[in-house]
């Protein structure tokens, strides 16, 4: 008997009848914000505000008759000539633009193309005010995963009524079997050195529009 494989019989004979069976999973985990947290609907979104900015993206309140304007604004502020967006992004967020063009994602487009564009614009499935996370899941405005991870700018679009305390809260409103991606402020690695490095797994810049509704 190899070395190998008398660590494994040491390992079966240790995990005796349980092995091959899988421990229960708990359910009906519904950790919310305490009082202090967030006492108030108010408090949630400032947290959010709060935990968003703490990840060096950027964050601003508009209102729903603003959006098209501080859309093109923030394109606008990054001098961007050309975007990506997901088919089905509503018009009407990309009203204002004037100068700068969007392209309608498709599979003709390729990883080349989409690291071309000057960034992209979404929307998001659900937001976490605890951990200042959006969550994208591939539905309406949001797209295929590539065009939030290879250009290195990214506008998200999250509507206050998206924006929940905690991440059970989130997990509860979306579907698992659904392609989810969290993000929680632009792509950051740190090496081996301590040194941070942006954009390695994703944008270099995230930046979030809240829609008061």
């Excluded at 079966?12 to 609907?41: F, K, N, S």
């Excluded at 967006?85 to 204002?96: H, N, R, S, T």
């Excluded at 941070?196 to 270099?204: A, E, L, N, S």
Aim: glycine share 10%.
């Amino acid at each position: 008997m190899s070395s190998r494989e008398e660590v494994l019989r040491r390992v079966r004979d240790a995990i005796g009848g349980a092995r091959g069976t899988h421990p229960p999973a708990p359910r009906g985990y519904a950790r919310r914000l305490t009082e202090a947290e967030a006492a108030t609907r108010a408090d949630v979104l400032a947290l959010f505000t709060e935990r968003v900015a703490g990840h060096r993206a950027a964050v601003r309140h508009v209102s729903a008759d603003e959006l098209a304007t501080a859309v093109a604004a923030a394109l606008w502020g990054r001098e961007a000539k050309q975007i990506v967006v997901p088919a089905d992004l509503p018009f009407g967020w990309l009203a204002e633009l004037d100068g700068v063009r969007a392209l309608a994602d498709t599979p003709a487009l390729d990883l080349e193309a989409l690291a071309a564009a000057d960034g992209t614009v979404t929307g998001c499935a659900a937001a976490v005010a605890q951990t200042g996370t959006v969550v994208l899941d591939g539905g309406r405005a949001q797209g295929r995963r590539a065009l939030t991870l290879v250009p290195g700018y990214h506008l998200c679009i999250v509507h206050a009524d998206q924006i929940v305390g905690t991440v059970p809260e989130a997990v509860a409103r979306l579907d698992p079997s659904r392609p989810l991606t969290w993000i929680s402020g632009p792509s950051t690695v740190h090496d081996i050195g301590a040194t941070r490095v942006d954009g390695v797994h994703g944008p270099r810049h995230l930046e979030v529009l809240v829609v008061e509704d």
